[in-house]
């Protein structure tokens, strides 16, 4: 006859190997949950700054093939920045332009400078214009109220002022005088004016396009190559103006 001591160390080895295969089931459970958990990480973020670009179908890169190559991809890619580029077709500072393809002047588009992607504000802006105006002591007035609205919306950017090139199919009269009247609005505001006529950008004619209004592609380079120049002295200045 079995003794009641032999009974209870077969059931204590039982109950002690029951333990342990649990016990054993359990870790390889967490160890498999372990393997499979992806690891955490962070959202990347986009460091490079933002430069808008705010202006007319210079500005959009027409006769050139578009925005993406037009003066202001150039220059962002010049200086690793993310582009933000409104440029519409007839417009300046007063012209609206055709408003029946939704375009509209300079001042009404002020707001739409952000990067979409995440709504970073420009650490730069670009402001083009000169040929779509009716050269009139009123595009002064007008453009300074761009330059003030721009400061508002944007207070820690620098701001540049691009002025015309001479087209042949522009009144020089008329380009004139929105070239006079927006390097005074510019002057008036503290922000760096850029004149491309006088400083004689384009000296070529070929790097007009044959519709006597628009720059070529090579024109449009000649753009992006001013621009990087006076962006590279204006950051490289502390204190500089725009």
């Not at 991809?73 to 408003?99: E, L, M, P």
């Not at 950008?201 to 006076?230: E, N, P």
Request: proline share 5%; with cysteine; net charge neutral.
């Amino acid at each position: 006859m079995v003794s009641a001591l032999a009974v209870g160390a077969v059931l204590l080895a039982a109950v002690s190997l029951i333990v342990a295969t649990l016990l054993l089931d359990n870790q390889t459970s967490d160890q498999s949950d372990a393997a499979e958990m992806p690891s955490a990480t962070l959202p990347s973020v986009n460091m490079d700054p933002v430069y808008a670009f705010l202006g007319d179908s210079y500005t959009a890169g027409a006769k050139a093939g578009g925005l993406s190559k037009s003066f202001p991809r150039d220059v962002c890619r010049a200086k690793t920045a993310r582009c933000v580029i409104n440029g519409q077709d007839g417009t300046g500072f007063i012209s609206t332009g055709n408003t029946l393809d939704g375009v509209s002047a300079y001042g009404d588009r002020i707001l739409k400078l952000s990067d979409r992607g995440n709504g970073d504000k420009p650490s730069l802006i670009v402001v083009q214009g000169g040929l779509s105006d009716p050269g009139t002591a009123a595009v002064r007035t007008a453009a300074s109220r761009v330059f003030a609205a721009l400061k508002t919306a944007y207070p820690n950017a620098r701001v540049l002022v691009v002025g015309p090139v001479q087209p042949r199919a522009f009144d020089p009269a008329v380009v004139t005088a929105n070239r006079i009247a927006m390097r005074a609005a510019a002057a008036d505001a503290g922000l760096r004016f850029l004149d491309p006529i006088g400083e004689r950008w384009i000296q070529d004619r070929a790097m007009f396009d044959a519709d006597g209004k628009h720059l070529t592609a090579s024109g449009y380079q000649v753009f992006a190559d001013q621009i990087v120049l006076a962006i590279n002295q204006v950051l490289s200045t502390p204190g500089a103006s725009g």
